[in-house]
């Protein structure tokens, strides 16, 4: 069970928790430490699990891969993409 490691020195309670070996590379250390501001063992426990549950998020968005985009989307921004670039309304209709 994870939980809040205190400064001997301080009193400070820190989170401390080991990188995962897939993000080891995309993050670069073993170890991801932040203070807690804080030296009541309750409040650092309430303060642990909000900092643990975004550390969570953040190695979840990590790990995402992005989805590939189906014809029909690819279509859709490359006409919007030329609209801009030509500087014509998309519903704008020329006549001769």
Excluded at 21 to 32: K, N, Q, S
Excluded at 59 to 69: D, F, I, K, Y
Aim: hydrophobic share 45%; charged share 30%.
């Amino acid at each position: 069970m994870l939980k809040p490691v205190k400064d001997l020195k301080s009193g400070i309670f820190y989170i401390r928790v080991r990188v995962p070996a897939d993000l080891f590379a995309v993050i670069g250390r073993a170890e991801v430490s932040k203070s807690l501001r804080t030296r009541e063992p309750l409040e650092a426990k309430e303060r642990f699990a909000a900092e643990y549950a975004i550390l969570q998020k953040r190695w979840a968005t990590l790990r995402a891969r992005p989805e590939p985009l189906p014809l029909k989307q690819i279509v859709s921004l490359a006409g919007r993409v030329y609209h801009r670039v030509m500087g014509v309304k998309p519903n704008s209709v020329t006549s001769c």
